[in-house]
């Protein structure tokens, strides 16, 4: 049985930081990845890495303030999340793909987490 069991989040003020983890079991990943939704809004691509850790992409809103990266031995997949901004709160949502897809697509990954809760206050 696969699984993205999700962790990390929490309440914190605006520039704050939390650091989400992610544990994938019953199989690995070619791409995981990070989205997130925000009440009345629809879900979107934060970060993901490939594989080899080297090859990364991010969101422009985040860009600069968030790091995203993987431990393949124990197969989780992290993000630190730095100065968060009140329009970073979300829930936040680990996603695993198999093959080589476009990075950001949500389209293109195979497993989902279920979430965890991310409120930014100002």
């Known amino acids: 049985q696969v699984q993205l069991v999700e962790s990390g989040g929490g309440l914190v003020q605006a520039g704050g930081s939390l650091r989400l983890s992610c544990a994938a079991s019953?199989?690995?990943?070619?791409?995981m990845g990070w989205f997130r939704q925000a009440p009345g809004k629809e879900r979107e691509f934060v970060a993901a890495?490939?594989?080899?850790?080297?090859?990364?992409k991010y969101a422009d809103s985040v860009k600069g303030r968030f790091t995203i990266s993987r431990d393949n031995p124990k197969n989780t997949v992290s993000l630190q999340m730095n100065s968060l901004k009140p329009d970073d709160t979300g829930v936040y949502y680990c996603?695993?793909?198999?093959?080589?897809?476009?990075?950001?697509?949500?389209?293109?990954?195979?497993?989902w987490g279920q979430g965890t809760q991310v409120t930014v206050s100002s």
């Open positions: 996603a695993g793909g198999i093959s080589l897809q476009p990075m950001g697509d949500a389209a293109g990954y195979n497993y």
């Open positions: 019953g199989r690995t990943f070619s791409t």
């Open positions: 890495i490939r594989w080899s850790g080297r090859t990364t």
